[in-house]
């Protein structure tokens, strides 16, 4: 199931109650993230890292998935809004016992859990879920199957406009392994939302689906056309685990054509920066010396994520009681 | 009260001007804090409101600290009623306040609960010596056991339906009460924790 619709990420009043997918949301929901997101940053320096806004509410982070950065980033987000915070990863599961992932999450459920944050191999997970819970439950999806991964998505917009301030003018390179990615597709929705000058996807024409012109952006397999004159570099991880056939010819070969690299990066300009979502392949899809160079922002996207976390929870817990007391009052 | 006290829906109401001299009241506030004269203070300001007038206080009783600032929107008690403030500000509070004596200053205190969620705050920064409050207007109306240290005018008479509310036009403070809806009283208390 690879869900189009995003409505049931609203309540009958319009807000915001599940965060699933960028497609969809109003350009005013993703600024107001980043500018609460802006707010939280300043959290990480505080003597007491803790606000109480979610203190008293369970927070079940539901990774079907291994993830290091993704899992370890909710938890501190759901720990600083004083949440409680249990993680559950594939391996402790019952799913891994025959249990369907719907009946783990009534499981879960019945023991009055407040928010799920979940990850799997499937598209369209969070949304089953989501579509299965009742009304006062939230969900967020932390990635699902090639379909999306929103909060990665809306940290690297933040941690775009960190250094660039606008998105109008920028034009921005999603360069790799799109096919399998749902990092850049829902980078795309949120950078075409935010009104980028343009959006452009590179890499070998194995890696690129066909329909991924529809989604707005220019396709083009050559490095050197596709940097000229771009603002923000984006690499992906060649998501080997994923692929099947014989989609790269070899990784030296990837490397020589696709992989960042200082040379490479002089066709950007000047004041370019680099972006990844992790876990990079150091020597596959970008050099080990750009990675870590002066102009990479890859571990500010680390350390942003948490305040970009922070600010989606708060959005989607926030008024909840309304809904939720609105027949008593 | 401060930020949320201006966004409640008032196109229906009427406003009056209360004639209060703020200026002048915020010099009598000053003073009150000056003859209390703590041992190197530190003013912090409640957004928005209570940040003006930490601002005036600060030109006038000269201190050396610099002027903190609290947003204390994560602290609210309605955040699961009514959701976080759409344009939250970041706390500033550039010294560091462990053993110092604090004087927190809002524009109104009316419920308490703005000051109780500024306390909570002012903790997640460390242990201060001392806290005091000050402010410009204060009202009847307190849900919970807070009180003012310094306090420019008392207004006793305002009923529920009444909302006091302080605005800044290029650098001309304004104090005006305006009559809120009969339906909206309730809901417009809770979300104006004050």
Redesign the interface.
């Known amino acids: 199931m690879i869900p189009s619709d995003s409505s049931i990420q609203f309540d009958e009043n319009g ?1 915001l109650k599940h965060f699933l997918t960028i497609n969809g949301l109003p350009r005013e929901t993703l600024i ?1 993230i980043l ?2 997101a ?2 939280f940053i ?1 959290f990480g320096k ?3 890292k ?4 979610l203190r008293g509410k369970t927070l079940v982070n539901l990774f079907f998935e291994p993830s290091t950065r993704t899992l370890t980033t909710f938890e501190i987000a759901g720990k600083r809004l004083s949440a409680d915070v249990i993680n559950l990863s594939a391996s402790r599961m019952s799913t891994s016992k025959g249990e369907t992932i719907l009946d783990t999450v009534r499981t879960l459920e019945a023991m009055h859990t407040d928010l799920f944050v979940v990850r799997d191999t499937a598209s369209g997970a969070a949304h089953l879920i989501a579509s299965h819970l009742p009304d006062h439950v939230r969900v967020i999806n932390a990635g699902d199957g090639r379909h999306a991964h929103p909060t990665q998505a809306m940290l690297d917009m933040f941690t775009i406009r960190q250094s660039k301030q606008e998105f109008s003018n920028l034009t921005v390179a999603i360069i790799g392994d799109v096919l399998h990615s749902r990092v850049a597709r829902s980078q795309i929705h949120a950078l075409n939302i935010l009104g980028v000058k343009a959006v452009r996807v590179i890499g070998p024409k194995t890696l690129i689906p066909t329909e991924i012109e529809s989604m707005g952006v220019t396709t083009t397999s050559d490095m050197v056309d596709g940097l000229d004159d771009v603002d923000v570099v984006i690499m992906l991880r060649i998501q080997r685990e994923r692929m099947d056939g014989q989609l790269i010819p070899s990784e030296q070969e990837y490397f020589n054509r696709y992989g960042l690299t200082e040379d490479k990066l002089k066709f950007a300009k000047e004041d370019a920066i680099v972006m990844h979502p992790g876990p990079i392949n150091r020597g596959l899809e970008i050099a080990s010396n750009v990675a870590d160079g002066s102009r990479s922002v890859i571990l500010n996207q680390v350390t942003n994520g948490i305040a970009v976390r922070m600010a989606i929870m ?2 989607i ?6 809904t939720m007391n609105e027949k008593q009052s | 009260m401060s930020s949320t006290d201006t966004s409640t829906d008032t196109s229906t109401d009427t406003s009056t001007d209360m004639g209060i001299d703020i200026e002048q009241t915020i010099q009598g506030l000053a003073e009150q804090i000056a003859a209390h004269n703590p041992a190197n203070p530190i003013l912090i300001g409640i957004h928005t409101g209570g940040v003006w007038i930490a601002q005036r206080l600060q030109r006038i009783l000269g201190y050396s600290e610099p002027l903190g600032s609290l947003d204390i929107s994560f602290y609210r008690d309605d955040f699961s009623r009514v959701g976080l403030h759409p344009e939250v500000k970041s706390s500033e509070l550039p010294v560091a306040i462990e053993d110092r004596n604090i004087i927190l200053i809002d524009d109104v205190l009316y419920t308490g609960r703005t000051i109780r969620a500024a306390m909570n705050e002012i903790f997640s920064y460390g242990r201060p010596n001392q806290v005091k409050l000050g402010v410009l207007i204060e009202r009847s109306g307190r849900e919970i056991p807070i009180q003012a240290d310094f306090v420019g005018c008392a207004m006793d008479q305002l009923d529920e339906s009444r909302q006091v509310k302080l605005t800044n036009e290029n650098g001309k403070l304004e104090l005006n009460v305006i009559k809120i809806g009969a339906n909206k009283t309730a809901a417009s208390k809770t979300g104006a924790p004050g």
Request: aromatic share 0%; glycine share 4%.
């Open positions: 807000n107001n500018d609460s802006e707010s300043t505080r003597e007491i803790k606000v109480p806004l708060a959005k817990m926030g008024a909840r009681e309304s």
